[in-house]
Protein backbone atom coordinates (compact mmCIF):
# COMPACT_ATOMS: atom_id res chain seq x y z
CA UNK A 1 0.00 0.00 0.00
CA UNK A 2 0.96 3.56 -0.80
CA UNK A 3 0.54 6.79 1.24
CA UNK A 4 1.41 8.28 4.31
CA UNK A 5 2.88 5.77 7.00
CA UNK A 6 0.37 6.06 9.65
CA UNK A 7 -2.05 3.73 11.66
CA UNK A 8 -5.00 4.98 12.45
CA UNK A 9 -6.80 4.13 15.95
CA UNK A 10 -10.84 4.53 15.57
CA UNK A 11 -12.36 5.28 18.66
CA UNK A 12 -16.35 4.92 19.20
CA UNK A 13 -18.44 5.43 21.87
CA UNK A 14 -20.87 2.54 23.38
CA UNK A 15 -22.43 2.17 20.04
CA UNK A 16 -19.24 -0.05 19.30
CA UNK A 17 -20.20 -2.16 16.06
CA UNK A 18 -16.70 -0.92 14.80
CA UNK A 19 -14.61 -1.68 17.69
CA UNK A 20 -15.96 -5.27 17.51
CA UNK A 21 -15.38 -5.18 13.76
CA UNK A 22 -11.90 -4.11 14.57
CA UNK A 23 -11.01 -6.77 17.31
CA UNK A 24 -13.08 -9.64 16.83
CA UNK A 25 -13.46 -9.40 12.57
CA UNK A 26 -17.26 -9.80 12.69
CA UNK A 27 -19.90 -7.13 12.42
CA UNK A 28 -24.36 -7.19 13.34
CA UNK A 29 -26.31 -4.82 13.08
CA UNK A 30 -27.34 -3.43 16.88
CA UNK A 31 -29.99 -1.61 18.41
CA UNK A 32 -28.54 2.28 19.53
CA UNK A 33 -27.92 3.36 22.74
CA UNK A 34 -28.19 7.07 23.00
CA UNK A 35 -24.97 8.85 23.93
CA UNK A 36 -23.27 12.12 24.60
CA UNK A 37 -21.60 11.91 21.04
CA UNK A 38 -24.85 11.36 19.11
CA UNK A 39 -23.14 11.72 15.80
CA UNK A 40 -21.62 7.93 16.54
CA UNK A 41 -24.66 6.84 17.67
CA UNK A 42 -24.79 4.63 14.50
CA UNK A 43 -25.12 0.57 14.16
CA UNK A 44 -24.21 0.63 10.18
CA UNK A 45 -20.89 2.34 9.49
CA UNK A 46 -21.14 2.61 5.62
CA UNK A 47 -17.55 3.49 5.09
CA UNK A 48 -16.75 0.33 5.98
CA UNK A 49 -17.46 -0.88 2.05
CA UNK A 50 -14.69 1.62 0.76
CA UNK A 51 -12.06 -0.08 3.06
CA UNK A 52 -13.29 -3.65 2.61
CA UNK A 53 -13.36 -2.59 -1.30
CA UNK A 54 -9.64 -1.46 -1.70
CA UNK A 55 -8.32 -3.91 1.08
CA UNK A 56 -9.87 -7.14 -0.74
CA UNK A 57 -8.04 -5.37 -3.85
CA UNK A 58 -11.03 -3.24 -5.25
CA UNK A 59 -13.54 -6.96 -4.90
CA UNK A 60 -16.77 -6.05 -5.46
CA UNK A 61 -18.60 -8.83 -4.96
CA UNK A 62 -17.04 -9.95 -1.96
CA UNK A 63 -17.75 -6.65 -0.24
CA UNK A 64 -21.27 -7.23 -1.83
CA UNK A 65 -21.55 -10.17 -0.44
CA UNK A 66 -20.54 -9.10 2.69
CA UNK A 67 -22.74 -5.62 3.27
CA UNK A 68 -26.00 -8.07 2.03
CA UNK A 69 -25.81 -10.53 4.68
CA UNK A 70 -24.82 -7.42 7.22
CA UNK A 71 -28.27 -5.41 6.15
CA UNK A 72 -29.97 -8.40 6.52
CA UNK A 73 -29.42 -8.73 10.35
CA UNK A 74 -27.10 -11.61 9.50
CA UNK A 75 -23.51 -11.46 11.52
CA UNK A 76 -21.01 -11.20 9.51
CA UNK A 77 -17.46 -12.87 9.78
CA UNK A 78 -14.91 -11.18 7.53
CA UNK A 79 -12.39 -13.48 5.67
CA UNK A 80 -9.14 -13.70 7.73
CA UNK A 81 -6.92 -12.46 5.24
CA UNK A 82 -9.16 -9.43 5.17
CA UNK A 83 -9.13 -8.54 8.99
CA UNK A 84 -5.70 -9.25 8.80
CA UNK A 85 -4.85 -6.38 6.99
CA UNK A 86 -7.17 -4.38 8.35
CA UNK A 87 -5.58 -5.42 12.15
CA UNK A 88 -2.54 -3.67 10.40
CA UNK A 89 -4.19 -0.95 9.30
CA UNK A 90 -6.83 -0.17 12.28
CA UNK A 91 -6.39 -0.35 15.95
CA UNK A 92 -9.62 0.61 18.05
CA UNK A 93 -11.41 1.51 21.43
CA UNK A 94 -14.62 1.76 22.61
CA UNK A 95 -15.32 4.35 25.45
CA UNK A 96 -18.56 5.49 27.17
CA UNK A 97 -19.98 8.45 28.34
CA UNK A 98 -18.40 8.74 31.62
CA UNK A 99 -14.76 8.40 29.73
CA UNK A 100 -15.48 11.04 27.36
CA UNK A 101 -16.99 13.27 30.08
CA UNK A 102 -13.85 12.77 31.64
CA UNK A 103 -11.42 13.11 28.86
CA UNK A 104 -13.40 16.82 27.83
CA UNK A 105 -12.79 18.08 31.37
CA UNK A 106 -9.31 16.86 31.78
CA UNK A 107 -8.29 18.19 28.08
CA UNK A 108 -9.91 21.50 29.40
CA UNK A 109 -7.80 21.38 32.73
CA UNK A 110 -4.70 21.11 31.16
CA UNK A 111 -4.94 22.34 28.38
CA UNK A 112 -8.11 25.41 28.20
CA UNK A 113 -8.89 23.78 25.20
CA UNK A 114 -12.22 22.54 25.36
CA UNK A 115 -13.49 19.40 23.66
CA UNK A 116 -16.53 18.36 21.30
CA UNK A 117 -17.37 14.96 22.93
CA UNK A 118 -16.87 13.30 19.84
CA UNK A 119 -13.65 14.50 19.68
CA UNK A 120 -12.99 13.59 23.10
CA UNK A 121 -13.50 9.83 22.93
CA UNK A 122 -10.33 10.01 20.62
CA UNK A 123 -8.46 11.74 23.27
CA UNK A 124 -9.97 9.26 25.95
CA UNK A 125 -7.98 6.95 23.86
CA UNK A 126 -4.92 8.88 23.68
CA UNK A 127 -5.16 9.33 27.21
CA UNK A 128 -5.55 5.48 28.22
CA UNK A 129 -2.98 4.57 25.63
CA UNK A 130 -0.22 7.64 25.35
CA UNK A 131 2.83 5.55 27.36
CA UNK A 132 2.47 3.18 24.41
CA UNK A 133 2.37 5.28 21.59
CA UNK A 134 6.11 5.35 20.25
CA UNK A 135 5.62 8.09 17.72
CA UNK A 136 3.33 11.16 18.23
CA UNK A 137 -0.49 11.26 17.98
CA UNK A 138 -2.54 13.45 16.47
CA UNK A 139 -6.54 13.69 17.16
CA UNK A 140 -8.46 14.88 14.76
CA UNK A 141 -11.05 17.08 15.96
CA UNK A 142 -14.15 16.57 14.47
CA UNK A 143 -16.84 19.37 15.59
CA UNK A 144 -17.14 22.47 17.58
CA UNK A 145 -18.22 22.19 21.60
CA UNK A 146 -20.51 25.07 20.86
CA UNK A 147 -22.85 22.85 19.05
CA UNK A 148 -22.87 20.27 22.22
CA UNK A 149 -23.88 22.56 24.85
CA UNK A 150 -25.62 19.57 26.95
CA UNK A 151 -22.15 17.62 27.08
CA UNK A 152 -20.25 20.66 27.80
CA UNK A 153 -22.54 21.04 30.88
CA UNK A 154 -22.43 17.18 31.86
CA UNK A 155 -18.80 17.23 31.70
CA UNK A 156 -19.04 20.13 34.54
CA UNK A 157 -17.50 22.63 32.14
CA UNK A 158 -19.21 26.22 30.97
CA UNK A 159 -20.35 26.32 26.95
CA UNK A 160 -18.24 28.67 25.60
CA UNK A 161 -19.85 30.91 22.69
CA UNK A 162 -18.23 32.90 20.07
CA UNK A 163 -18.87 36.42 18.88
CA UNK A 164 -19.85 34.63 15.35
CA UNK A 165 -21.96 31.84 17.27
CA UNK A 166 -23.86 34.32 18.72
CA UNK A 167 -24.73 36.50 15.53
CA UNK A 168 -25.87 33.52 13.90
CA UNK A 169 -28.14 32.52 16.71
CA UNK A 170 -29.21 35.93 16.23
CA UNK A 171 -30.53 35.60 12.09
CA UNK A 172 -33.53 35.06 10.99
CA UNK A 173 -34.45 30.79 10.00
CA UNK A 174 -34.32 30.95 5.84
CA UNK A 175 -35.92 27.72 4.53
CA UNK A 176 -37.42 26.59 1.21
CA UNK A 177 -40.04 23.71 0.90
CA UNK A 178 -39.35 21.42 -1.89
CA UNK A 179 -41.41 18.71 -3.40
CA UNK A 180 -40.57 15.08 -3.69
CA UNK A 181 -40.45 15.82 -7.71
CA UNK A 182 -37.89 19.04 -7.25
CA UNK A 183 -34.78 18.29 -8.39
CA UNK A 184 -32.57 18.86 -5.53
CA UNK A 185 -29.44 19.16 -6.57
CA UNK A 186 -30.00 21.80 -8.94
CA UNK A 187 -31.86 23.53 -6.32
CA UNK A 188 -28.97 23.46 -4.35
CA UNK A 189 -26.25 24.01 -7.10
CA UNK A 190 -27.95 27.74 -8.10
CA UNK A 191 -28.14 28.39 -4.08
CA UNK A 192 -24.83 27.91 -3.63
CA UNK A 193 -23.65 29.79 -7.18
CA UNK A 194 -25.28 32.56 -6.00
CA UNK A 195 -24.34 32.96 -2.71
CA UNK A 196 -20.78 32.55 -3.75
CA UNK A 197 -20.85 35.11 -6.44
CA UNK A 198 -22.83 37.24 -4.58
CA UNK A 199 -21.25 40.64 -2.99
Known amino acids: M ?10 TNHNDVVHNLLQR ?8 KPSIAPAMDIGNPYNFQRIFYYLSGKNGELVKE ?3 KFESGEKVQIPDDLF ?6 ISSQAV ?3 QIKLAMKKCFHENSYLLCPHTATAVSCFYDNHDRYKKRTICIATASPVKFREAVLAAGLVPMET ?3 KQLSCLATKFIDLEATDDCNAILRSKIVKLSTSN
Open 2 to 11: MGLPIKLTST
Open 25 to 32: GDFLLTDI
Open 66 to 68: LLE
Open 84 to 89: KKLKLL
Open 96 to 98: DDD
Open 163 to 165: DAI
